[in-house]
C-alpha cells in the first residue's frame, strides 16, 4: 500500500480541499471563510479594545462554520470547518468575557 502523506513518483504535492476530484466551489470559500473570521476573532483578542471585533467576527464565524459544516463534502473541508469553528467560539467567549459586543 503506498504512502498517502507523499505524492506518487513523479509528481509533486499539492494541497487541495477536493480530495474526490470534482470542484466545490461554494463549499471551499465557506470552509476558507470560516478559517478566516475564526482567525480574526481570535487575532484581535490581543489589541485593547479588540472585544467587539473579535465577538462580532466570531459570530460570523462560527454561523458560517454551521452552515459550512452542514454543506461540506471532503475531509480537508471539514478540518478547516473545525479548526476555524473553535477560533470563532474563543472569540465569541473572551470578546463577551472582555466587554461584548458594544464598546
Same mark, same amino acid.
Given at each position: 500500500m503506498p504512502h498517502f502523506l507523499q505524492p506518487a513518483e513523479g509528481q509533486r504535492f499539492r494541497p487541495t480541499l477536493n480530495t474526490d476530484g470534482r470542484p466545490h466551489p461554494m463549499e471551499n470559500a465557506l470552509a476558507v471563510a470560516t478559517l478566516?473570521?475564526? /482567525? +480574526? &476573532?481570535?487575532? &484581535? /483578542?490581543?489589541?485593547? =479594545? =479588540?472585544? @467587539?471585533?473579535?465577538?462580532?467576527?466570531?459570530? /460570523? =464565524?462560527?454561523?458560517? =462554520? /454551521? *452552515?459550512?459544516? *452542514? +454543506?461540506? @463534502?471532503?475531509?480537508p473541508q471539514r478540518s478547516l470547518n473545525i479548526v476555524g469553528m473553535v477560533a470563532s467560539f474563543l472569540g465569541i467567549a473572551l470578546g463577551i468575557a472582555g466587554g461584548g459586543y458594544l464598546p
Open positions: 478566516v473570521c475564526g /482567525l +480574526v &476573532a481570535f487575532a &484581535a /483578542l490581543f489589541f485593547p =479594545g =479588540g472585544h @467587539v471585533v473579535a465577538s462580532w467576527a466570531g459570530t /460570523l =464565524g462560527f454561523a458560517i =462554520g /454551521l *452552515y459550512s459544516q *452542514y +454543506v461540506s @463534502v471532503t475531509t
